[in-house]
């Protein structure tokens, strides 16, 4: 067994599955371009069966991603993994995932399948797959709460099959860290062919010990881990890829493991990833929150300034976290963005470029200036937005006063349809939601919204993150400007727009 250890990032399935999560097709292809700059060795795409727009995104990563495997989810069913192997089979390094519940639990509550039956499933699954595609991987479902002798028995069978790889996912976060490090040992020491395989590990993170459950994993034999930029996922998310591999790294003094991860882009991945599915990073969250190098005692301060070893375990630059020195201003050209676009990791193309370039010269018109951060929000409006995308193309509001309420007229564009609507609100940012709701024709019900500033200073730009929920299905939008009311009706626009597609 070597001290490589695999990371396997589910942020595009796993991850998506978080309530409001709904990444385009786009998005998903610059999360996966990311994330093969990251180093990340398996990139588990999605889950073909679900959905056609999961089925093409998976195609789409497929195609375009050659440095890391790509991976296609798939239940232990004949169609699931048809339909994961049509979508994947273009990849340079393509795997489908199978998986089936193993627990007593889940067999008698959920699938209504004895033991036998289950274990039948996951050898025909295993068999199915391997006629199909060389890397296999097979999941036992909620393998902490199986009873163990079972689980040898299905693990053994899916080796038997052909399976490359053995996931362990702890699918409800109920073990710790040492019932589950026992867990692999025993795995490893009673499973006929375990030692030849690559054993994986899947934390949920509903206890918090996510990570440290993996850890526990890779100590007791685990090559594989799988994990979620930001810790997202299903319920209280998936282990922090960050923090798996920052743990591996810093303390590769007493653990003795590697990954192939190249920490400089961990930074950028988290923030990315926080922008295109709105799920915003908690300050104090380790490795990427905005506080993770933030030191605010005096006797810190202190410290750091003498010697910077005496608070901080790692380098902020260690994680890509440095200081952008970007600043473009009116005067700038499309070239100069395009430059400063691909140096911050963004390959628009022409006319993405062309309508990015327009919207930063009306920025640049009014703020003077715009920052590496601020590029960045320009870029990202276009990232979100798809061919098909309703977008903004005028607003007028008035705030009001005692003779009138506040109104707001919108027009939106779509494929050279133009639709214009006005409304009365509350404020001029509820007026302009409805305005847009009205000209949809959507029934849209505000979750939540907050407004944050993306560089300090009074002239920042505002982006503003907006939860609907549309016909019971959950959705997050995000919008820049210098306007509020502008950045929360593009806000408004690209949750919408999520549905529609
Ligand atoms: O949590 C889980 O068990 C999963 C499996 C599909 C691996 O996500
Ligand atoms: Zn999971």
Redesign the pocket.
């Known amino acids: 067994m070597g001290d490589r250890v695999y990371i396997f990032d589910?942020t595009l399935?796993?991850g998506e599955q978080s309530p409001g999560i709904s990444l385009g097709v786009r998005e998903k292809l610059e999360i996966a371009e990311q994330l093969q700059r990251l180093g990340v060795d398996i990139i588990e795409a999605g889950f073909p069966a679900t959905s056609q727009g999961d089925f093409e995104a998976v195609g789409q990563i497929a195609e375009k991603i050659s440095g890391s495997t790509v991976c296609a989810?798939a239940r232990a069913h004949p169609q699931d993994i048809d339909r994961a192997w049509e979508a994947v089979k273009g990849a340079a390094r393509p795997r489908i995932?199978t998986?089936v519940s193993t627990s007593d639990i889940h067999l008698e509550h959920q699938l209504h399948k004895s033991r036998e039956e289950v274990l039948q499933m996951a050898r025909e699954s295993v068999r199915r797959a391997r006629g199909y595609c060389e890397d296999v991987e097979f999941?036992p479902?909620?393998?902490s709460r199986s009873d163990p002798e079972y689980l040898y028995r299905v693990l053994e069978a899916a080796i038997e099959e052909g399976a490359g790889t053995l996931?362990i996912?702890?699918?409800v976060g109920y073990a710790v860290p040492d019932e589950f490090g026992a867990l692999i040992r025993g795995i490893l020491e009673n499973v006929r062919g375990a030692r030849d395989v690559v054993i994986s590990v899947?934390c949920?993170n509903d206890l918090g010990l996510a990570v440290a459950n993996s850890l526990a994993a890779c100590e007791a034999g685990a090559r594989q881990v799988?994990c979620a930029i930001n810790g997202l996922?299903?319920r209280a998310g998936?282990a922090s890829l960050e923090e798996l591999v920052m743990t591996l790294k810093v303390r590769h003094d007493r653990i003795g493991l590697v990954t192939g991860i190249n920490p400089v882009e961990i930074s950028r991945t988290s923030r990315l990833v926080s922008l295109l599915t709105g799920y915003p990073v908690q300050p104090n969250k380790a490795i990427v929150g905005k506080n993770a190098f933030a030191h605010e005692s005096g006797i810190h301060q202190d410290g750091v300034l003498k010697e910077r070893t005496t608070y901080e375990i790692m380098d902020a630059s260690s994680v890509g976290l440095i200081e952008s020195d970007i600043v473009l201003g009116k005067h700038s050209g499309r070239h100069a963005l395009k430059e400063q676009l691909e140096r911050l990791g963004y390959y628009l193309n022409e006319d993405e470029l062309n309508e990015a370039f327009a919207r930063f010269k009306e920025l640049a018109d009014k703020k003077g200036s715009l920052s590496g951060g601020d590029i960045e929000a320009v870029a990202l409006e276009y990232i979100r937005t798809e061919g098909q995308d309703w977008k903004l193309t005028g607003y007028e509001v008035h705030s009001g006063g005692h003779e009138a309420p506040p109104s707001a007229t919108v027009t939106l564009e779509r494929e050279g349809r133009h639709v214009t609507e006005r409304a009365i609100g509350d404020g001029m940012v509820d007026a302009a939601c409805k305005a847009i709701r009205t000209a949809l024709g959507v029934d849209a019900r505000l979750i939540s919204f907050t407004v944050e500033a993306i560089t300090e200073g009074l002239d920042s730009l505002g982006d503003v993150t907006i939860q609907l929920d549309i016909e019971g299905r959950r959705v997050v939008g995000r919008g820049v400007s210098t306007d509020i009311v502008e950045a929360s009706a593009r806000a408004y626009i690209n949750a919408v727009n999520k549905v529609l597609r």
């Open positions: 589910t399935r796993d989810l995932h998986f999941s479902m909620d393998a996931n996912p702890d699918t899947h949920h799988e996922g299903e998936n």
